[in-house]
């Protein structure tokens, strides 16, 4: 079981989302590259462009969106073909939803996010590779609070170890909020006024938590996860 998991300061009306990515075969899903996008705006559609490569096995694009405004996003699109969304949950006027799109257009193509009317919008985009092109998506954990609160837990159960990959967005309001960093995989954290966003990742073996880590962990490549102590 991977859990994601933060220590809050000044935040309320925060939601977050853990979603496992299910493995295609017999290798463990990972990240197909180092590349991460983001963009923002207050606008009823934000466009970003995120680059696919070719040649990754069994590639699945994952979008994160956080906004304001108590609008949910009417779609995402990559390439002009619509992502699936897996989970969006909402706390007062803050919303955020993960979206997926197994075997993506290769190149460099638009991400669309768009609403029905204008609201701040925060994303980002991220490839990861030997993902199930069929159901990429596991059942996700969620966690919301409209009040202020210290800390925050949400698990997700992983079928086998060391296979399947914690996919995780956090978004929160605050204007002096912090996330206590402690030790996790975090590709992209970014604000727009009191709107706060970040998207994490972590193999089922490890705790992710929020924000952006102080020391990072090692890549998934470098050697097998400890085991339980």
């Given amino acids: 079981m991977a859990t994601m998991a933060g220590n809050l300061t000044g935040y309320s009306n925060f939601s977050a989302i853990g979603v496992a990515l299910k493995m295609a075969g017999s290798s463990p899903v990972a990240r197909a590259n180092s590349t991460y996008a983001s963009g923002s705006i ?28 108590g609008v949910n996003p009417t779609g995402v699109t990559y390439a002009g073909v619509a992502m699936t969304l897996v989970e969006q949950v909402s706390v007062g006027t803050y919303r955020c939803s993960t979206w997926v799109k197994p075997t993506p257009t290769v190149g460099a193509n638009n991400v669309v996010v768009s609403f029905a009317g204008a609201t701040g919008i925060l994303s980002g985009a991220g490839l990861f590779k030997n993902v199930d092109q069929t159901a990429p998506a596991r059942t996700p954990a969620i966690k919301t609070n409209g009040t202020t609160e210290s800390s925050y837990t949400l698990s997700e159960i992983i079928a086998t170890l060391n296979e399947d990959l914690l996919v995780g967005v956090f978004t929160g309001n605050s204007n002096t909020g912090t996330r206590t960093p402690i030790t996790q995989t975090n590709r992209i954290s970014i604000s727009s006024g009191p709107l706060d966003m970040d998207f994490v990742f972590a193999d089922q073996a490890v705790n992710a938590t929020f924000p952006i880590p102080a020391t990072p962990r090692p890549p998934q490549d470098q050697g097998p996860p400890a085991g339980p102590s």
């Fill in 42 to 69: 207050e606008a009823a559609s934000l466009t970003y462009s995120y680059n696919v490569a070719s040649s990754i096995s069994d590639p699945c694009l994952v979008v994160l969106v956080a906004n304001s405004g």
